[in-house]
């Protein structure tokens, strides 16, 4: 299966051929070495299978590319059978597991080493060594492996593809450098793991190379300092600085002198003014002067930071899928030269990144390296020079490096045979990004071809294209039969080809089966039997022999309690000549979901659909373990938990209890059933031991679950209270008692039990002498208690006892000597009546209802009230409504009569004011100033008051006219006969709803003191008939026009 991992598979043994009960399956297993030419086999090991139905097992963590040889045997509660024949095989082959033995590594000059190396230990080969390779990089100050080295991007690689070469030379170093040198062997699997330790070397030393950062941070018109690093490439031991300047026009030497190399700096003086010197700076180690350094300077006060270069320009021919070559014209130097360039990218819109690198001042062009396919880029440059660094010059456009081939190797390859030349290969498709912007001509190629010892050239491999990114999947058809095969995937688009997964190997010439057992079948004959029926696949999806068949049966729906860990998917094996088979042993009254595969020597096919079936009803397992509870000195209750195997449907329980001895004055048997897991039991004997036993019921009666429990006290019970005495009062027995100690709880409550008392002989036949529980407290401990005579029977005789109880059981009882004997029926009728207390009486219960009735009858009033209120508030708004629609001619009248109405008011009603009604009760007629004209005969009211009172505009009775203690408050009243034309509006003053909703000033009608009534002849000229009712309440006047006969106001003659 893999380089690690061996398939075992075998034909089960059929049930008649364990001879007994089956067991399982031994496999012993080793290795086989070959040492001076002899064959020998090591490692021996085994394992146990304890499954008699298995067909196949994974041997795991072997070696790689080893060969095993494997036997079998079988074994049952007897013994083992005879060992099966051996079978070889040996595992796949892997990456080398240990690198080369032996690394040395020798400096041979600056810039070269030779590296020598041994075989890798043949246990570690796993497979065939193809070739080496050679890492090397500068070491870090922390050493460690070239592949862990932070500077691993100065890695190097060095192929040696021949497994027969041991030495190679590393050549184009750097002088002077540490190097890590580690060698790994290589299999057509892929590289192995790396030699350790790493092997540390140096170069030799040579000539340094030229100082770094050379500038001027100083410079006037005639003198100029200069400054410099050490070089980086020092390629030994710096012994000294030379540093020489001359005029840059004419090229004569003017100045040269060396610096100690703990000096960098030396400032130059008696320069000729603004003009350029060429400065150079030399290093200087054990074997000679090295490269010089060149800078250029300007002698000037005026110098300045450079101006940004131009924005970088890029043509589409210097655009490649990982890189793009971009140039620039410089600005101004500012009278400084520039000393270098930075660049920075930016990726899409994202943030700018600096490029580590400077570029040389010289240079007005770069190329960006390891940049991502099909993505679109920006760049922007900045100079520098002695004085510092310009600005950003203008980015450039946004730039798409090319499409490239895809970029990452495809990932979870499989291979499946479908048939004996055919087999399905399937991947994980690669997402959209490592497409590398080419994915609309993507797809995958699959690369196969036979395992042989001359492998095919990779151009010469047969291959199938399947075009479209999204694929997953091909059928390979038509290869050879029985051979092994190696699978190869790898994806391409229109620019190449990615990088190859790893071969997967696969084994051409047996194929599980296709197809699934036909025509399924299940019937339950018993309650823990089904039978199968089925029919084998087609002849054309079988693929071969078949080995046999697999019935998957797992439980889906049961009445009996199964935990989740049984819930496993079990398993049976059949011949490949059955087509039917029973299960038994199964659960009863159980619904099983049933699948079965048909196998052969490649492996299972597919499962059948499903198929459900239950098992018949049987009789029920036993039920919990009885739990008896409140157990009295006469009653107990005894509960069980169901049966955890119901095994069909639970109709009810049989309880059967009998005394567990025989006694020659009682012997009970009783049996009853329930429905519930419990019951209550009621009559028994005192400190009698009962035996009870309880069978669920389905089709019929399981086993019985015995208990055994004795009345009275149990073991953690109180101890029994002392001292009861009974005191009779007119209404109640009242008990008294002393508690004992609480036992192993605290007391809960009592008993209260009572006797009845044979008085006379004929009585003891017919009365029940048994002992009844009149009441069971729980509010804890008490030392008295009072029987009311309406829980006793009239007259009767009793004796009481007294019982503690706490959650462990009862106490014994404390009995009394006294008998009470209960008052007859006629006092518990009538004397008994009278003790009752006062909310049973029934003068309460009258006074209550009557009570309930006058608040219902106020409630029901003062909606009533507040209607009518509402009702007579909305129609005089309405009618202020119509009395502003009256014409100008009218209004001016009605202000006229106002107007007079005001000034006879004061001379006639003289010396009625002060009083506690505010009103004029009496007045005489008054006499109108000389040159005025007489009232008309429309009645008025004029009022001044307050919001509620703004629309009473009548005054009910005729001879009466009201006026406040306001000066400007004037009522007048119209003739008794008149009516009004609106019965909606004027209602009978003596209503019930007027009455108390003060409407029409009614109520201050009802405690007036009665006045005479004047009789007024009515006048009849033909005035517009009508009444005006002005309000003066916040500015606002309502007119009422009625018709109406007219009676003359008080105080004013008749005019005819």
């Not at 309000?1031 to 105080?1051: D, E």
């Amino acid at each position: 299966m893999s380089a690690t991992e061996l398939r075992v598979r075998w034909i089960p043994l059929q049930q008649l051929e364990w001879f007994g009960n089956p067991r399982g399956y031994n496999i012993t297993y080793s290795e086989i070495s070959t040492a001076n030419g002899v064959t020998f086999a090591s490692k021996l090991m085994s394992l146990t299978i304890e499954d008699h139905t298995a067909n196949s097992h994974i041997l795991n963590h072997l070696e790689e590319f080893t060969q095993y040889e494997v036997v079998m045997t079988a074994f049952n509660d007897v013994g083992h059978s005879q060992t099966s024949q051996t079978a070889v095989e040996r595992t796949r082959e892997a990456v080398p597991s240990l690198g080369p033995s032996n690394v040395t590594a020798n400096a041979t000059s600056s810039t070269t080493i030779v590296v020598k190396w041994a075989e890798v230990p043949f246990e570690h080969r796993n497979g065939q060594i193809e070739g080496f390779k050679v890492l090397y990089g500068p070491a870090s100050n922390r050493g460690g492996s070239v592949a862990t080295n932070p500077g691993a991007a100065n890695v190097q690689v060095k192929d040696i593809p021949n497994n027969s070469t041991f030495t190679t030379t590393l050549t184009e170093l750097r002088k002077w450098v540490v190097y890590n040198v580690q060698v790994l062997a290589y299999t057509r699997l892929g590289d192995g793991s790396l030699s350790t330790p790493p092997i540390r070397v140096q170069t030799f030393e040579d000539a340094p190379g030229v100082p770094s950062n050379v500038s001027f941070p100083d410079v006037s018109l005639t003198t100029a300092r200069v400054i410099w690093d050490v070089p980086e490439e020092p390629n030994g031991e710096i012994l000294a600085y030379r540093v020489t300047y001359h005029l840059h026009a004419t090229g004569s030497f003017n100045y040269s002198r060396e610096f100690p190399p703990s000096d960098r700096t030396y400032r130059a003086t008696d320069l000729e003014p603004e003009q350029y010197y060429m400065f150079s700076v030399t290093a200087q180690t054990r074997l000679g002067w090295g490269k010089t350094s060149l800078a250029l300077v300007f002698t000037s006060n005026n110098r300045e930071r450079p101006q940004p270069p131009s924005a970088p320009q890029v043509s589409r021919s210097q655009v490649q899928a990982t890189q793009i070559t971009f140039s620039w014209t410089p600005g101004r130097d500012g009278y400084a030269p520039l000393r270098y360039y930075t660049v920075e990218v930016s990726e899409g819109t994202g943030p700018w990144t600096p490029i580590p690198e400077r570029i040389e001042s010289s240079v007005t062009s770069y190329t960006a390296l390891k940049l991502k396919p099909f993505h679109q880029y920006r760049f922007r440059i900045q100079a520098t020079n002695d004085i510092g660094a310009s600005g950003w010059s203008p980015e450039s456009g946004q730039v798409r490096t090319l499409p490239a081939a895809p970029n990452k190797p495809v990932s979870n390859v499989k291979v499946v045979p479908i048939t004996t030349t055919s087999v399905r290969v399937s991947w994980d498709a690669l997402p959209l990004q490592h497409w590398s912007g080419d994915h609309a001509t993507g797809g995958y190629r699959i690369l196969f071809q036979p395992v042989s010892d001359f492998p095919t050239p990779l151009q010469q491999t047969p291959k199938q294209d399947v075009p479209g990114i999204e694929t997953s999947q091909v059928v390979l058809s038509d290869l050879s039969k029985d051979h092994n095969y190696e699978i190869l995937v790898v994806g391409y688009n229109s620019q190449g080809m990615g990088p190859i997964s790893p071969p997967i190997p696969v084994y051409v010439g047996e194929a599980v089966p296709t197809g699934e057992p036909q025509r399924v079948e299940a019937a339950s004959i018993s309650p823990t039997e089904v039978r199968l029926k089925w029919a084998p696949p087609s002849q054309v999806q079988q693929n071969g022999d078949l080995l046999g068949y697999k019935i998957f049966y797992l439980v889906t729906s049961s009445v009996n309690e199964v935990p989740s860990e049984d819930l496993v998917e079990e398993l049976e094996v059949v011949p490949a000549s059955y087509t039917s088979h029973s299960l038994v042993f199964l659960d009863k009254y159980t619904e099983y979901r049933i699948q079965i595969l048909a196998f052969n020597p490649a492996g299972d096919g597919p499962r059948s659909s499903p198929i459900t079936v239950k098992t018949m009803q049987g009789l029920p397992g036993l039920v919990g373990e009885l739990r008896f509870t409140e157990i009295t000195m006469s009653s107990l209750r005894v509960s069980w938990d169901p049966p955890k195997k119901k095994n069909g449907e639970l109709l009810g329980y049989l309880v059967t209890y009998e005394t567990a001895e025989q006694n020659e004055k009682f012997s009970k048997q009783v049996k009853q059933k329930v429905t519930e897991p419990e019951l209550t039991v009621q009559g028994l004997e005192e400190e009698v031991t009962y035996t009870f036993s309880v069978r669920a019921q389905t089709l019929d009666y399981g086993s019985p679950v015995k208990g055994n429990v004795t009345t009275g006290p149990q073991d953690g019970s109180p101890i029994k209270p002392t001292g009861l005495s009974l005191a009779k009062t007119v209404a109640s027995v009242e008990m008294h008692w002393v508690n004992g100690a609480t036992g192993k709880g605290p007391i809960l409550g009592y008993y209260i039990q009572c006797r009845r008392k044979a008085m006379e002989d004929w009585q003891k036949y017919h009365h029940d002498s048994r002992w009844t529980t009149v009441i069971r407290t729980n509010n804890g401990p008490l030392e008295e208690f009072s029987v009311s005579y309406q829980n006793l029977l009239p007259s009767t005789s009793y004796i009481f006892r007294v019982i503690a109880y706490n959650s462990f059981g009862i106490s014994y009882p404390v009995h009394s000597d006294d008998i009470v004997l209960t008052p007859s029926k006629l006092y518990l009728e009538y004397g008994y009546l009278q003790m009752k207390p006062f909310y049973r009486q029934t003068w309460f219960m009258v006074a209550l209802a009557a009570s309930s009735i006058i608040v219902i009858i106020m409630v029901v009033a003062f909606l009533c009230v507040k209607s009518k209120s509402y009702k007579y508030k909305q129609e005089a708004q309405k009618t202020l409504e119509e009395s502003m629609a009256m014409d100008i001619d009218d209004r001016q009248q009605l202000a006229m009569e106002l107007y007079r109405s005001r000034h006879a008011a004061p001379s006639s009603h003289h010396g009625s004011l002060g009083r506690k009604t505010n009103t004029l009760g009496r007045g005489k007629s008054p006499h109108l100033p000389p040159g005025k004209s007489p009232p008309r005969p429309s009645p008025a009211c004029v009022a001044y008051h307050s919001d509620e009172e703004s629309l009473k505009c009548y005054d009910e009775n005729p001879d009466d006219s009201s006026v406040t203690e306001k000066p400007s408050e004037i009522s007048s009243s119209e003739s008794q006969g008149s009516e009004s034309e609106n019965e909606s509006v004027r209602s009978d003053p003596h209503s019930f709803v007027n009455h108390y909703a003060n409407v029409n000033d009614t109520l201050r009608q009802s405690w007036k003191r009665q006045k005479p009534k004047r009789n007024y002849s009515s006048y009849t000229d033909s005035e517009p008939e009508g009444s005006a009712v002005v309000s003066l309440n916040g500015g606002q006047i309502i007119m009422n026009n009625m018709a109406r006969s007219r009676a003359p106001l008080p105080g004013f003659s008749s005019f005819v």
